[in-house]
């Protein structure tokens, strides 16, 4: 069955938190469950944060469904307040998540392609991101999509600042 690409509705929150929260899992909780991991991922990828996001006319999400079952979503904000000057002028991708079984099937890089159109869309002049410094496989994802690593951030979460990369492209020549 083939891979279909459409915007996301409020009506998606729970399926987009559920994958959501499984990714986020198996990114950070490498090391087994601590309580700022249990508490970030059961507050801030609770369904009701995901369906009052996906009713923001700022906010689009980019669905990528098998046979009406969620295999991943990218998240983008149009002119999100970046931790660096000159950031906010363009669109943030929040979140590219896709389930680990369907990693290396070039989703993430079709989410990435639509996110990138519709920033173009909106008329922006790049994509922005932040990736946490030890996802070396995102960084070289976004690394060889032709992204460029543009300064340093913090993520910070349950008494725990952890190092993140910014990381922009270029879409629109200005």
């Known amino acids: 069955m083939p891979l279909h690409y459409r915007l996301g509705q409020p009506a998606d929150a729970l399926c987009i938190s559920g994958l959501a929260t499984q990714v986020f899992l198996d990114t950070y909780a490498t090391d087994g469950m601590r309580a700022d991991l249990a508490q970030e991922a059961l507050t801030v990828y609770a369904p009701a944060r995901f369906e009052t996001r996906l009713n923001d006319p700022a906010t689009r999400f980019v669905l990528a469904e098998r046979d009406g ?35 290396r099937r070039g989703i993430g890089q079709a989410l990435l392609q639509h996110a990138e159109a519709l920033t173009r869309e909106a ?52």
């Open 69 to 103: 079952h969620l295999q991943g979503f990218a998240e983008i904000v149009a002119h999100a307040k970046g931790p660096m000057p000159g950031l906010s002028a363009g669109t943030e991708l929040v979140r590219l998540y896709v389930q680990r079984h369907a990693h």
């Open 123 to 174: 008329g922006q002049p790049f994509l922005w991101l932040s990736a946490w410094v030890e996802n070396h496989r995102a960084r070289g994802f976004y690394q060889a999509q032709g992204y460029e690593e543009v300064g340093i951030t913090h993520y910070e979460f349950g008494g725990n600042a952890y190092e993140n990369r910014l990381l922009q492209k270029q879409l629109v020549q200005g």
